[in-house]
């Protein structure tokens, strides 16, 4: 294991002893440096303190490890890797991703999965362990959001106008959703066991690397939300 100090280091500094480091690396004393480790591949970096916005953004094949919260933007446009936060995260996780996983045991801000795209083989996935923002899943074209809500609140699971505009993909939340409102554009129905069984795999990698027991988190009603057939942002966006 090799260690960085990231106290009184610029992300640039920090980015360039990522690159020219092939060990495993423990980032120490990070507080609101932005871009860590952008566009990597093959690294394995744990982060303890806060690193700044757009933590992994364009990762591609990265496994990144926070030990506390992070900031807006996390996996930004990310293609492929996996980014695991203990605590929990700012705005926009998760915008336009395009591959990887995005694991979070604590709540998101606004917009998560915004823009989210799926393609050929590539279904990104983003679990949230509590509870979500306004404007989840905005313009969600691909791949799976899974909203958990185990935070101990009185707030829905999800807040104002989740799916805005969604045109594909997948929304699980963990909850029968009866105090959401949700566009007309979009279904949300009981996810049935061939719904769970889809999102047991995910929830059996986010539980181990997180600590919890995926029979205890799966062990409740799930709602599924997908774009209506009759989506009027379907033919916006998608060719046939």
Excluded: W
């Amino acid at each position: 294991m090799i260690y960085i100090d990231a106290k009184g280091l610029n992300y640039a500094t920090i980015n360039g002893k990522l690159r020219n480091t092939k060990s495993e690396l423990e980032i120490l004393n990070c507080c609101g440096q932005r871009f860590i480790a952008a566009g990597m591949s093959d690294k394995a970096i744990t982060i303890t303190g806060t690193p700044g916005n757009a933590l992994g953004a364009y990762l591609n094949g990265a496994a990144i490890r926070v030990k506390g919260n992070a900031q807006d933007a996390v996996g930004d446009t990310m293609n492929d890797g996996y980014i695991v936060v203990e605590g929990n995260i700012g705005d926009a996780a998760g915008y336009a991703m395009r591959g990887g996983r995005i694991y979070v045991k604590g709540n998101a801000g606004y917009r998560a999965g915004i823009h989210m795209k799926a393609y050929e083989d590539k279904v990104p996935v983003m679990i949230i362990g509590g509870k979500a923002g306004s404007f989840l899943g905005e313009y969600q074209a691909g791949g799976r959001i899974i909203v958990l809500g185990l935070t101990e609140n009185d707030k829905p699971i999800v807040s104002n106008f989740p799916c805005t505009g969604m045109h594909g993909g997948k929304m699980y939340l963990r909850s029968d959703c009866s105090n959401i409102r949700f566009p007309s554009q979009v279904r949300a129905t009981r996810a049935t066991k061939a719904d769970l069984d889809e999102i047991k795999p995910y929830l059996t990698e986010y539980c181990a690397l997180l600590g919890l027991e995926v029979n205890d988190v799966m062990n409740a009603e799930f709602t599924v939300i997908t774009p209506d057939t009759k989506n009027p942002y379907k033919q916006m966006y998608v060719a046939n």
